[in-house]
C-alpha cells in the first residue's frame, strides 16, 4: 500500500486539485445563476455543467495515468493491476467520504446541541469542497444526508473506466478530437 502511495501520489494530489477547480467553478456558476430571477432550473444546469467539466478532467487525468501504465507494463517494467484508477479516486475521495460519514452520523443525533453544530459545520464544508453538486443539492435533497455519500460515486465510476480505457488505449469519442496527420508530399 505505501508504494501505491509514492508512485501514485501525483495522480492523487491532481485529483483533489481538480475537485477544488470543479467546486470553485460550481460555486461561481451557481452564485451567477441564482441572480437570474425567475430561471429556477438554471443552477440545476450549471450544476451539470461544473459536474461534466470535474468528471473530464478526471478522465483526461486517469486516461493518462492507464495509457503510461500500459506502456510500463507492456516493457515488463510493473505488474498489470487494472484496479488503479479506482484507488486513485479512492484515495482522493478520502475527505469526501469523511465529511459524509460525519454528516449522516450527525444528522441522526441532530437533536443534541452539539451534534447539530457539528452536522451544520461538515455540511458546509462539504457543499464549498463539493460545489459542483451544490444547485443539485440544494434543488432535490437539502435534508437528506445520504446525498453526500452518492457524491463521490461519479468520480469512482469515471476514474475506474477511464484508467481502463487509458490502459487498452481506447477512448470515449475515438478519434475524433486528435489532430488530423499531415500528409507529406512527396
Known amino acids: 500500500m505505501k508504494n501505491f502511495w509514492i508512485e501514485n501520489r501525483k495522480y492523487i494530489g491532481k485529483t483533489l486539485l481538480y475537485q477544488f477547480g470543479g467546486a470553485f467553478f ?12 425567475n430561471a429556477e432550473w438554471l443552477p440545476q444546469v450549471a450544476s451539470y455543467i461544473a459536474i461534466l467539466f470535474y468528471l473530464y478532467l478526471i478522465y483526461t487525468l486517469i486516461w493518462d495515468k492507464g495509457g503510461q501504465d500500459r506502456i510500463k507494463f507492456d516493457g515488463g517494467r510493473m505488474n498489470k493491476n487494472l484496479k488503479t484508477g479506482f484507488l486513485i479516486s479512492l484515495a482522493a475521495n478520502i475527505p469526501n467520504i469523511i465529511l459524509a460519514i460525519i454528516i449522516i452520523i450527525s444528522y441522526q443525533f441532530k437533536s443534541a446541541t452539539v451534534a447539530a453544530t457539528i452536522h451544520t459545520v461538515s455540511k458546509g464544508i462539504a457543499i464549498l469542497w463539493e460545489g459542483m453538486y451544490t444547485g443539485l443539492v440544494l434543488t432535490y435533497s437539502p435534508n437528506n444526508p445520504i446525498i453526500f455519500a452518492l457524491m463521490i460515486i461519479p468520480s469512482l465510476l469515471v476514474s475506474t473506466a477511464a484508467y481502463l480505457m487509458g490502459f487498452n488505449n481506447k477512448k470515449v469519442f475515438g478519434n475524433l478530437f486528435d489532430k488530423k496527420k499531415s500528409e507529406v508530399t512527396k
Open 26 to 37: 460550481g460555486i461561481m456558476l451557481l452564485t451567477a445563476t441564482q441572480a437570474i430571477k
